[in-house]
């Protein structure tokens, strides 16, 4: 086991990060592992600041009220969307190299049937 001559860093995020974050899993449509994976954070901290948001421990500063959450949640829903797309994509890729594969085997067969029959 490695021996670490300086502590582990860690992240400190702050209330007004922790309250957006929370104020954004509580839209319609989005999942928290969304907008854990777009924020880089672990979906179990942000659960744990979901927790801490309805007990009054994180609390956003009213004067800087988030007032930017759709433009958020559009950016979500973009994001989700080209996973889609991208996964749609990949789909597509794989099943065209397997037709690919399949359409050089075939050629090779009647390649090598050719070649059996101009031997006898």
Do not use: C
């Not at 979901?50 to 949640?73: F, M």
């Amino acid at each position: 086991m490695p021996r670490y001559n300086q502590p582990r860093k860690t992240w400190q995020y702050t209330n007004e990060f922790k309250a957006k974050a929370v104020e954004l899993t509580y839209l319609d449509d989005i999942k928290i592992k969304d907008v854990a994976k777009t924020l880089d954070i672990h979906p179990f901290m942000l659960s744990r600041w979901r927790k801490e948001y309805r007990e009054g421990k994180i609390v956003a500063d009213k004067k800087n009220k988030v007032t930017s959450l759709s433009k958020e949640k559009k950016e979500l829903d973009r994001l989700k969307k080209l996973e889609k797309e991208n996964a749609r994509l990949r789909q597509e890729n794989d099943l065209l190299k397997k037709w690919q594969r399949y359409l050089a085997e075939q050629h090779q067969k009647d390649l090598d049937s050719s070649n059996d029959m101009g031997e006898n």
